[in-house]
């Protein structure tokens, strides 16, 4: 995750926050104050605006330094921890809500539900969110995703519950559902493209790529006259240590 470093300030400005009804979804599924709350990966803060809300005592693990310090800035309530969530050792009590945002396919995924459910007390909360960017217009949606293709048809995009299905699969945690949010976000050009190049596929391209694709998606957004409308689902996974 710490490639998102090089990128913390655009990050912060790009980035859509989340819906508020999260924190009240959280906290109905959990049932009461949590007595701590960790959250996994916090980058600069997106997800933890929502966590802060639950009035608890929140500790923050962000492995990128830069990422960290824009986060301390923001949430110096917080205590936030510069490490991965596999060197993170969990109070001998454990937590009782663990949370992470956009970041749990950055984790070991032959380890991670298992590590998360040894982190929490019995009958503790995992909560997992993130957005799923797809386009309002289906013929701009095939125009970008034709674009994207053609840059590099080795890209794959994960399906937008696929933290619920890792989560069920791995059988650590039960009473395990989802919650979608779904908002139209209109963005300008510059704005769009802007946000695109936060994204972690992005990021790991070559640079020759990367401005290729920002050239070739910018073409497009003027052809569409100058803007696109996101179609921005937002999935909540919540499960139960038994």
């Not at 050792?89 to 070991?108: E, K, T």
């Not at 100058?226 to 999935?235: C, E, H, K, N, Y």
Request: include cysteine; aromatic fraction near 8%; glycine fraction near 8%.
């Amino acid at each position: 995750m710490k490639i998102f470093g090089s990128v913390a300030d655009r990050y912060e400005t790009a980035r859509p926050g989340y819906p508020p009804e999260l924190a009240d979804a959280i906290a109905d599924y959990h049932g009461s104050t949590p007595s701590r709350v960790v959250e996994i990966g916090a980058g600069t803060g997106k997800g933890t605006e929502v966590l802060i809300t639950l009035a608890a005592p929140l500790t923050c693990i962000e492995p990128d330094p830069r990422m960290a310090a824009r986060l301390t800035d923001k949430f110096p309530q917080a205590h936030v921890l510069i490490g991965t969530f596999e060197q993170w050792r969990p109070p001998p009590d454990g937590v009782a809500l663990l949370a992470c945002a956009m970041a749990w396919h950055w984790l070991d995924p032959a380890t991670r539900n298992t590590k998360a459910r040894a982190a929490l007390t019995a009958g503790g909360t995992l909560a997992l969110f993130g957005h799923h960017y797809g386009y309002a217009d289906p013929d701009q949606a095939a125009a970008i995703y034709a674009t994207l293709d053609a840059l590099d048809p080795t890209a794959k995009e994960r399906p937008a519950d696929w933290m619920y299905h890792d989560v069920m699969a791995a059988g650590e945690f039960t009473d395990v559902h989802v919650e979608r949010f779904r908002r139209r976000l209109p963005l300008t050009r510059d704005e769009y493209l802007v946000l695109v190049s936060t994204f972690g596929p992005f990021l790991v391209r070559p640079p020759e790529l990367q401005h290729q694709g920002l050239d070739a998606l910018g073409r497009l957004v003027d052809d569409f006259g100058g803007a696109v409308t996101l179609d921005l689902l937002t999935t909540l996974t919540l499960a139960r240590a038994a």
